[in-house]
Each structure stands twice: as C-alpha cells, then as structure tokens.
C-alpha cells in the first residue's frame, strides 16, 4: 500500500503529461513472485540509494519511515524490494515474494 501511495503523491507535482500507476507481476523463477509499483511521477531523488533509509524523506510532511518499514517487512520473508528510475520520467519500485508457502502438516 505504501509504494502505491507514494506513486500517487510522487505523481501530484506532475503538471503535464499522463500520470500512471502501473501494478504488475510475473513469476520471476519456480521461487519467486515479482510484483512492480510504476508511476509516471517526478522520479527518484538525487541520494536515491538513500530512500530506503529510516527518516529520509522528500516530503514535506512525510516520517521517512515507510519504505524503510516496507523494505524490513518484505526481507523478514526473505524476500528484497528495490527501486529505478524509468524513463522518460517516474519510479519503479520492485519487490521479490516467495512463490509457494510451506505449510505444516
């Protein structure tokens, strides 16, 4: 939820052009489901490898904790979430999820 809501604000300083936020996903291999957030927004901030970062934030009013808080959940089940930029403009945020769960029995 957070990636999606980030897309949308990112998107708010757009002034022309289309605004898009694109969700997808694909089996990335037998293990892994990939799930993408895209915008056509203003894109990532310079110091972007920063972003993920407790209390780094572009927002005027933002903590700076939810994409360090989305990036902790998504790697306690072994899984990464990363970003790029796209061109000609806008984010992509990336995020890995296993593709089965074990169940006990």
Do not use: C, Y
């Not at 949308?8 to 289309?18: P, Y």
């Not at 990335?28 to 993920?52: E, H, N």
């Not at 903590?63 to 992509?92: F, K, Q, V, Y």
């Amino acid at each position: 939820m957070n990636l999606i809501v980030n897309s949308i604000e990112a998107m708010k300083e757009v002034e022309d052009g289309t605004r898009e936020v694109a969700i997808k996903s694909l089996q990335a291999d037998k293990q892994q489901l990939m799930v993408s957030v895209s915008d056509t927004g203003v894109g990532l901030p310079q110091g972007a490898d920063k972003i993920f970062d407790g209390f780094f934030t572009t927002e005027l009013h933002g903590t700076g904790m939810g994409l360090r808080i989305s990036r902790s959940i998504i790697e306690s089940h072994g899984s990464r979430l990363w970003a790029a930029d796209n061109l000609p403009r806008g984010a992509s945020f990336f995020l890995t999820l296993p593709g089965h769960i074990q169940t006990r029995q």
